[in-house]
């Protein structure tokens, strides 16, 4: 049977093995995998190809890189005495969180570093689950760990009759992974992104200290790691404010074929109450109706759909959502009816479901499960998320969608545009996002076959070229820049701010390398 090290043994361990290659010309990471491989660290801290393999991929497919080892934490201690002991090293080792790996670009990757399996506290004792707190002045709020899926937070919070209001599309996410980003969806031109919904935060910082932050204590901390990129601390819990949950959803798609009517419509939705989601998407002969997002319309809806494809090339959707429950299940649909008065969609090309609020807020999922048993979950995923000025969304239909899109006719997947509120989001955090009060969310999530994922990066590439050609003042979302000049035009005025706060929580460039933010500067 193979033998089992505590972690701070298989620590001195690996500062023997340190000690050992300093004089060498090999860094730590050439040397430890090949020292320990044949050990077991139960639970803890492997070195195995089967574990570092894993940690080496993510969803994107794109990007492959080995960490030299990988952390299962059984508590919050575990990941405390890693960074400490990293910091401790003449030449500290990465270190990066990964919950689902969801990234796109290599971004939850620590190449020859120690990637930390955030997922694994869920099978701890020790790990922060979730735990509801009712409060009638301060209002209700769930302690989240980091490492808890979406998913799992709002089964736990219905248990209560209660839920957050802010989602991204997919909900088998990590909480700690959306706050690090920003946490957006159809609810986040109402409540915000997830990250302007957050009370509190316990954070591992890049020296190891577990600090409690919020906007009132240790706020430097508390805005640098809400849309940080992972760059300042690890998430390991997080205060996240509760409302009474509907039941039910009214769930309507509106169809569109002049792009200026669809987006002034999307433009008129938002600045109006009523509303609980609203989203844009395209639909063209690469991008169906229904897709792994959603399969919303019927069968007997296509040959109408299909009809709109062959005049006009591509057609648009707005799809919102309206809650109700049993008080205000009688009123809904007239309530509706007078949200879209004067609105332009096309006539009769309206279409409603009616469905539980978890159906809906888990609609991707079920998407997911159809394409993993056709074994078309697992593929490249070369996405890009923007967001785009308001200004300029009409050049960008024009150049983008109209011409690069529709002409080379490769795209595979969801196309998404809808706008958001730039003072729904809080400026002091570190995401970045454009000036204008109005900016649209652009998300074209392509998948590709294993070996034919190029064509669409080079489309990409195509995109952000004409972008920065016809001086488009995008922002990307998930971004995968490479140079400290991409960084600084990205973060623009907050760039200061960030350097500043990565050499007061980090100042040794230790945590979330995959971002290539400072460790390839």
């Not at 020859?112 to 790990?127: E, F, P, R």
């Not at 209560?160 to 700690?176: I, K, M, N, Q, R």
């Not at 300029?392 to 024009?398: A, E, G, M, T």
Request: aromatic content about 10%.
């Amino acid at each position: 049977m193979a033998k089992t090290y505590s972690i701070p043994t298989y620590f001195i361990l690996i500062s023997f093995l340190i000690n050992l290659i300093s004089s060498l010309p090999l860094t730590w990471a050439d040397v430890l995998p090949y020292q320990l491989h044949t050990l077991t660290i139960a639970t803890r801290l492997r070195v195995d190809l089967d574990a570092t393999a894993k940690a080496a991929r993510d969803f994107g497919k794109l990007v492959q890189q080995t960490p030299a080892a990988v952390l299962y934490p059984s508590s919050i201690e575990d990941i405390v005495s890693l960074v400490k002991f990293s910091n401790n090293q003449p030449s500290p080792f990465t270190i990066a969180a990964r919950g689902r790996g969801h990234s796109l670009g290599g971004q939850a990757m620590a190449p020859n570093g120690v990637v930390v399996d955030m997922t694994s506290l869920k099978n701890s004792s020790a790990g922060i689950g979730i735990k509801v707190t009712r409060n009638p002045v301060s209002g209700s709020y769930a302690d989240v760990g980091g490492h808890q899926l979406w998913i799992d937070v709002l089964q736990a919070t219905l248990e209560h009759g209660l839920a957050p209001v802010s989602w991204t599309d997919y909900l088998y996410l990590t909480v700690g992974g959306t706050l690090s980003n920003a946490g957006g969806s159809g609810q986040t031109f109402r409540h915000g992104p997830q990250i302007s919904n957050v009370h509190e935060m316990d954070v591992i910082t890049g020296k190891g200290e577990l600090v409690t932050c919020s906007k009132e204590t240790n706020s430097d901390l508390f805005y640098a790691v809400l849309g940080g990129l992972g760059q300042f601390g690890i998430i390991t819990r997080a205060r996240i404010p509760l409302e009474p949950a509907p039941k039910r959803v009214k769930w309507v798609r509106m169809l569109y074929d002049d792009f200026s009517t669809f987006s002034e419509d999307q433009e008129h939705l938002i600045s109006i109450n009523g509303l609980d989601y609203l989203e844009g998407s395209l639909i063209t002969k690469q991008s169906p109706p229904n897709n792994w997002r959603s399969s919303f319309f019927s069968k007997s809806q296509y040959p109408i759909i299909s009809s709109l494809l062959t005049k006009n090339g591509i057609i648009y959707s707005i799809e919102v959502v309206k809650y109700y429950d049993d008080l205000t299940g009688h009123t809904v649909d007239e309530e509706l009816q007078e949200l879209f008065k004067g609105l332009r969609f096309l006539p009769g090309l309206v279409f409603t479901k009616d469905v539980t609020l978890v159906d809906f807020l888990d609609r991707v999922h079920i998407g997911e499960l159809q394409l993993q048993a056709k074994g078309l979950w697992d593929v490249p995923h070369p996405w890009l998320n923007l967001f785009v000025p308001k200004s300029r969304i009409s050049d960008f239909n024009s150049g983008v969608f109209r011409d690069i899109i529709l002409k080379t006719n490769q795209t595979v997947g969801p196309l998404l545009v809808y706008p958001m509120i730039r003072n729904k989001w809080d400026n002091g955090m570190s995401a970045a996002i454009p000036d204008e009060d109005i900016f649209y969310s652009i998300g074209l999530l392509h998948s590709s076959g294993a070996d034919d994922w190029e064509p669409l990066e080079n489309q990409n590439k195509e995109i952000l070229k004409f972008c920065d050609k016809a001086g488009i003042k995008i922002k990307q979302y998930l971004p995968r820049y490479t140079t400290k000049a991409d960084w600084m035009n990205h973060f623009g005025p907050k760039w200061k701010i960030f350097e500043d706060r990565k050499a007061q929580f980090d100042p040794k460039n230790i945590l979330s390398p995959g971002q290539r933010i400072f460790n390839s500067i």
